[in-house]
């Protein structure tokens, strides 16, 4: 049973491009969140998808999208890159109803 | 919001030493998980706890809600036991979103 994958797992890019990011939940799992977790801090709740749709979202630009496909998978996208937007990039999946989550291991996203 | 604070922020033990981690919450929760993430970023879900107590072999937790904390035990530890633990929570009222704290960095020496 694959437990949630993300890639690409590294990422560099430079100021003011746009970057995609994937995610798979783990089988059997309907439900994505997406979380950033600066160095040294603890992640920080970007927005999570059900149904295809934006369930909740977090304090972030709206820079920061995303998408859920029909298969639950989930992309992050973030526009107009800020050297602040250097970070881990957490995808976590559940079952809606129990917010037991379970993480991937992460994106590496550098911007310089 | 919702405040929560994790004790100590840093804790260094002799391989085979316990330990006692703590997470304080300012408001009511529905939902409280202890992590790890481990040196390479995976966050291991270790405990699903929003009250009682909890075992699973060398670790075990305990969440008083009432008095709006929560206890991680390390017993006999390990090397494989560093990493930084979070604790996180959900707000009562609230859905899906959940707010961890700043963590607490573990370094077990050999």
């Known amino acids: 049973d694959a437990g949630v994958t993300q890639s690409p797992t590294h990422l560099i890019k430079t100021r003011g491009q746009q970057v995609t990011l994937r995610c798979s939940p783990k089988?059997?799992?309907?439900?994505v969140s997406w979380y950033q977790q600066a160095l040294g801090q603890g992640p920080q709740f970007i927005f999570q998808?059900?149904?295809?749709?934006?369930?909740q979202r977090g304090n972030f630009p709206d820079r920061f999208s995303g998408h859920q496909f029909p298969n639950y998978s989930s992309e992050l996208n973030v526009n107009a890159l800020l050297l602040g937007d250097s970070a881990l990039y957490l995808c976590?999946?559940?079952?809606?109803?129990?917010?037991?989550?379970?993480f991937g291991s992460g994106t590496q996203l550098s911007v310089l | 919001g919702i405040q929560v604070e994790q004790s100590p922020p840093d804790l260094i033990l002799q391989e085979g030493a316990n330990s006692t981690l703590r997470c304080n919450f300012s408001?009511?929760?529905?939902?409280l998980q202890w992590f790890h993430q481990n040196p390479w970023g995976q966050l291991i879900n270790l405990f699903y706890?929003?009250?009682g107590t909890k075992q699973n072999g060398r670790l075990s937790a305990t969440t008083v809600a009432t008095e709006r904390y929560s206890l991680l035990y390390i017993s006999s530890s390990q090397t494989t036991d560093s990493g930084v633990y979070f604790c996180?929570?959900?707000?009562?009222?609230?859905?899906?979103?959940?707010?961890f704290g700043k963590g607490t960095k573990l370094s077990v020496k050999p």
């Open positions: 089988s059997g799992h309907d439900t």
């Open positions: 976590a999946s559940s079952f809606l109803g129990n917010e037991k989550l379970f």
């Open positions: 996180a929570v959900i707000p009562g009222g609230s859905q899906g979103n959940l707010i």
């Open positions: 408001d009511s929760v529905n939902n």
């Open positions: 998808y059900y149904e295809e749709e934006e369930r």
């Open positions: 706890i929003p009250s």
